[in-house]
């Protein structure tokens, strides 16, 4: 543990199918000190390993070539325990005033080859049987329950894990380190959080959510959860958002642990999102999994499906599918580019499988299953995907094998529709108008590929399945496979919508008088059709087909929103308008219309909670006092100041729910005193949790001496690598040039993080600051 190193044996059952003269598998970082190869009635043989850095494999060239047969290849070798989250890694932390350290791993995509020589592609899924070696006050975890324990010389022990299910090496898990486990039992399941020492009261919510999602996805999957125990597995740092190992998943503990008494409701929300995409993975992508990284979005996008669905289920008070559309926004906004690519990307080796993991493969895959889901109806979908888990269960798919099973129980042309959807990039913007006659209501719907940089080139065409009715009427569902197509409503009364419900992934305009009608009765529309009347119409005027004053009159009607995430999306946009008019004279007409905008509402909602009020308005108080302190407003500066106070003198005197405005605002506008103070804070923390809300602050200071400093702060190694690019893009929300007087340092080290998987900086974990990201002005 002292010198971050470790050595490793293992001794691997494999069979060789035809005549061959060498052995390749991935290595990466490894030392290979011995190897050998035997079989029942064959001297064991010595092998050379060949070791390609480059391509990060390990080859062992025979003499003679190797007869088809069962054969063992037996290794020994040593490598390093990472910084970085990659492969083995480790994690220092404070406990109390003790330094500690642990160990983890995260093998997605193409990382266990760091940890074992292994076949490390999805495809190849093996048994594995892992026995480790640790200090004796260690507890250690894998992706099965402990088989055997015994104590060994110099303060070690020895652990063994029973054999995993076939499965592939990218979900094998190894957690050591000083940790205590809370459980509870689930249809015959062991479930267990783990933590570091001191954090059981930060726990319960967790295991609570864990037993009720093991609950509903084995009664929605019709495959009950196969291991013996599924544990959540919460570490102080090494990476961000969570990894989906089977039986043993791993979080950054801000995304699974939630203290009733310190986090913010936010907080709880953010922690069952991310362990329901992660428990969804136990399935679709662990029991169910790609052939290969072209088919990630298989795994990413309906595990981030399922999660709003489970999250749907169990708290109906957060209204997640409204945040959905909101979240599904910017990939709209990115997927209308041409530097989009399609939701089924091809991916030719493990560097550009580290890249897939994107927007596009999460939200846009997400947003496609939940319009075929609304397409084919929930009851054939689930039929579809059940079918599809019983069938192919302990092996790899690829999106035919469930468009298939899909297209069997719906009898609908899922694949045809599925492939313009996944195959292609872009989304159609449907444009709409009606006209009356004979007292019935003529509606002509054409589609063209939606751009907002510039006309797109190629003429592509979807299989749109549009949903058109009337405000508060039926809708009915047809299909448009052709550039246009009019259908008839039996009647004109009533005002014509398209998509109501908002599960498309595509963008509306309709005609002037449609859209005055919708425009008219804004306020007193549906939560979805409010929502997407307000995000096409800026969708479109960010793309110059609509005026700017269009999506400001229509925000006009908008001043006694109810609705959380409807707040969300006006904001987001509105410090869109603020960024692009930064140094332009105009930008102060913007924070004056952001500030009459938003001040009413706020006076109504007042600085302090009341009784009987919703979950809502506290986090919509706290959200618009964020923005009008960012777009400068003296009483929400100075109310964030004396909150600041308070809060050092007592932290429980903030209510939860303001701590993001308090230290959000203070950090912005810091002097030296606040900023030593917030880095206290950071030094401080006994949770990540509050770590990153005090270094989120120091990262939005406004003056240049002190973004230098927190810069300079990113090239410390001291700082962990997976928070030094958070620190730089923060800085750079503020600065878009080196702050300091003196030239910027020169980096003498560098890390690799990119965005992957439930082992991801799962992007979506940052969503919960998307208005404070856009509106930090």
Same mark, same amino acid.
């Not at 580290?354 to 299953?369: E, M, N, P, R, S």
């Given at each position: ?84 989250? !990659?492969?083995? @890694?480790?994690?220092?932390? %404070? ?6 350290? +642990? =160990? /983890?791993?995260? *093998? &997605? ?48 022990? !020895?652990?063994? @894990?029973?054999?995993?299910? %076939? ?6 898990? +190894? =957690? /050591?380190?000083? *940790? &205590? ?597």
């Amino acid at each position: 543990m002292a010198a971050d190193t470790f050595r490793g044996e293992q001794t691997v059952e494999i069979e060789v199918l035809r005549p061959t003269r060498s052995i390749v598998l991935n290595a990466a970082n490894l030392a290979i000190e011995r190897a050998t190869l035997a079989k029942r009635g064959m001297a064991e043989r010595a092998l050379t390993p060949i070791l390609d850095a480059e391509h990060e494999t390990l080859r062992f060239d025979l003499d003679a070539p190797l007869a088809p047969g069962r054969y063992r290849l037996a290794l020994r070798f040593s490598g390093q325990i990472n910084r970085e989250g !990659r492969g083995l @890694f480790q994690v220092r932390y %404070k406990a109390g005033a003790s330094d500690k350290k +642990l =160990v /983890a791993t995260t *093998m &997605e995509p193409s990382d266990a080859r760091r940890m074992l020589p292994t076949w490390d592609e999805p495809a190849f899924r093996a048994r594995f049987k892992l026995t480790v070696d640790v200090p004796a006050s260690f507890k250690a975890y894998s992706n099965t329950p402990i088989e055997k324990q015994q104590k060994l010389a110099g303060g070690l022990q !020895r652990i063994s @894990f029973a054999p995993t299910p %076939k499965m592939p090496s990218y979900l094998v898990v +190894l =957690v /050591a380190g000083e *940790m &205590e486990r809370v459980t509870t039992r689930q249809d015959g399941v062991e479930i267990g959080v783990v933590t570091t020492e001191g954090k059981r009261g930060s726990t319960a919510f967790a295991l609570n959510s864990t037993r009720d999602l093991l609950r509903y996805y084995n009664n929605y999957f019709g495959v009950p959860y196969p291991l013996a125990k599924l544990d959540q597995i919460a570490i102080p740092g090494g990476f961000n958002g969570a990894m989906e190992n089977w039986g043993g998943i791993v979080y950054n503990e801000s995304t699974l642990l939630y203290d009733p008494d310190r986090s913010p409701e936010q907080v709880k929300k953010l922690t069952f999102e991310v362990n329901a995409h992660e428990v969804a993975h136990q399935w679709f992508g662990n029991l169910v999994t790609m052939a290969w990284w072209d088919n990630l979005w298989l795994n990413e996008g309906f595990a981030s499906w399922m999660a709003a669905k489970a999250t749907a289920h169990f708290h109906p008070e957060w209204r997640p599918y409204l945040d959905g559309i909101v979240e599904r926004e910017s990939v709209l906004n990115l997927d209308a580019r041409k530097t989009t690519h399609p939701i089924q990307t091809r991916i030719d080796n493990e560097e550009q499988a580290a890249g897939a993991f994107d927007a596009i493969t999460y939200v846009k895959g997400q947003g496609f299953l939940r319009m075929l889901e609304s397409w084919v109806g929930e009851d054939a979908f689930r039929k579809g995907i059940r079918a599809y888990m019983a069938k192919h269960q302990y092996s790899n798919t690829t999106t035919a094998d469930l468009w298939a099973a899909i297209e069997q129980t719906s009898g609908k042309p899922v694949s045809k529709l599925a492939a313009d959807w996944t195959t292609q990039p872009g989304y159609p913007l449907i444009s709409v108008s009606q006209r009356c006659e004979d007292g019935k209501r003529q509606v002509t719907l054409t589609q063209e590929q939606f751009r907002v940089d510039e006309p797109a080139r190629e003429e592509r065409l979807w299989n749109v399945p549009l949903q058109v009715g009337t405000i508060n009427g039926r809708a009915w569902y047809t299909l448009l496979a052709n550039r246009s197509s009019t259908i008839t409503q039996g009647t004109c009364e009533g005002t014509l919508v398209v998509d109501p419900q908002s599960v498309g992934f595509f963008r509306i305009q309709y005609d002037r008088a449609s859209f005055d009608a919708l425009a008219r009765d804004a306020a007193r529309l549906p939560d979805t059709t409010r929502l997407k009347l307000l995000t096409d119409t800026w969708s479109l005027v960010a793309a110059g087909r609509m005026p700017l004053d269009a999506y400001t009159a229509l925000v006009a009607k908008y001043g006694d929103e109810p609705r959380l995430a409807v707040w969300d999306s006006i904001l987001v946009n509105l410090g869109t308008l603020d960024n692009l008019a930064r140094g332009e004279p105009e930008q102060a007409l913007v924070r004056r219309f952001i500030i009459d905008f938003v001040r009413p509402k706020f006076a109504r909602l007042g600085w302090e909670d009341k009784p009987g009020e919703s979950l809502e308005e506290r986090q919509l108080r706290a959200q618009l006092a964020s923005v009008l302190a960012l777009a400068g407003d003296e009483r929400a500066i100075n109310e964030a100041r004396a909150r600041f106070a308070s809060y050092q003198r007592d932290p429980a005197s903030v209510s939860p729910e303001m701590l993001d405005f308090v230290f959000g605002t203070v950090g912005r506008y810091a002097d030296a005193a606040t900023y030593k103070a917030l880095g206290e804070r950071v030094a401080a923390a006994g949770t990540d949790e509050e770590r990153h809300r005090a270094g989120r602050a120091m990262t939005g200071a406004l003056d240049p001496q002190l973004a230098e400093a927190t810069l300079r702060m990113a090239l410390s190694p001291q700082v962990p690598a997976n928070l030094a690019s958070m620190i730089v893009a923060g800085v750079g929300r503020q600065h878009r040039t080196w702050p300091g007087a003196s030239p910027p340092p020169t980096a003498t080290r560098c890390c690799r993080a990119p965005m992957r998987s439930g082992a991801t900086a799962r992007w979506r974990a940052w969503s919960r600051h998307r208005t404070m990201r856009a509106m930090r002005i």
